[in-house]
């Protein structure tokens, strides 16, 4: 396989990954604070274009589904769209996003031509700097979906998680908040814990509603191979403490309550192109690159995962 690498490259490049690593965690300058505020706006320089203006218009962050496109923003978008389309999304559905960045998953889900339009999204993210810019982005573009008598989008900064606070979008179920869809794209790895959210997500579902998940999950024996392990906690820079399995996600699905559950492995379509995007864009991407190859040289699997609370349920 293309991202395949030998023991001793594997070695190399982890001790060189390492030491950056190290050195980016410790050193005073503002890489620090690009590191570990890890989400602020970074990402804005990924989606610059070739041509187009910057700041550029979009503000994806999320590893791309690069079937059939060449650059970072379409990628995302198309990821993106894959959720939609594994959320079995209607017209009219009343939508919870989790960990919508800046946005730019809100301003999709609320005007691409390939998304039926909704009723009412809903978000989260657990970055307040990102959540007031995704609210200046919404009213730039819609002031009336901002707020007032038609307001559509309501942004909410909380752990993906609700620990039991009323003014969380999954606090304990009522009718008039529930959703037809819970999308979560590309963050779910980042949860506290990911079989937690399937449960309370399962109880936010309207009946016939879909979750849908675009997640990474290792290979059974990658998961507890010292690499792995080596791997996973020397590097920060993806926190995976919650590291699982196909097999382990469809289990924690059916106990969830969900059924017609989909697993889709989409890893060629999304990790070879964004590892060789990353390379190209300055040498702190090309570490943060070389880093995730070394995970997907360990069985990474990159999923889309997708169920249905039944009709029946309540
Ligand atoms: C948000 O979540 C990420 C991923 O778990 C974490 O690294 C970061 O520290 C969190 N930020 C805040 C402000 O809680
Ligand atoms: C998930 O990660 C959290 C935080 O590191 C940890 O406390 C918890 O035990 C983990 N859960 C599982 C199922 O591994
Ligand atoms: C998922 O896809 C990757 C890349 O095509 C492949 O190497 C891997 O074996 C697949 N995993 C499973 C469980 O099918």
Known sequence: ???????????????????????????????????????????????????????????????????????????????????????????NANILDVGFGTGESILFLLSDPDVPQPKKITGITNVSAQCERAKRRVAN???????????????????????GSQDHPLSSPDTDSSFDAVLALDCAYHFNTRWRFLHQSFSKLTPGGRIALADICFAPQGLSSLKTRLVTSTLRMMPMHNRTTVLEYRTRMQDAGFEDIVIENITSDVFPRFIQFLKRQGWNWWIFGTILQIYVSTGCQYVVVSGRKPCSSN
């Open 1 to 91: 396989m293309l991202l395949e690498l030998s023991a001793p490259q594997t070695l190399l490049v982890g001790a060189v990954a390492l030491v950056v690593a190290l050195w980016l965690v410790y050193s005073p300058s503002s890489t620090t604070d690009t590191v570990s505020e890890h989400y602020g706006l970074f990402h804005l320089a990924l989606n610059r274009l070739p041509d187009g203006p910057s700041p550029p218009v979009t503000e994806w962050l999320n590893m791309g589904f690069w079937r059939e496109e060449t650059l970072f923003p379409r990628a995302c978008r198309a990821l993106a769209q894959n959720l939609v389309v594994a959320a079995a999304i209607k017209p």
């Open 141 to 163: 573009a819609w002031p009336q979906f901002a707020e007032g008598a038609e307001q559509r989008v309501f942004l909410y900064t909380a752990d993906a998680i609700c620990d």
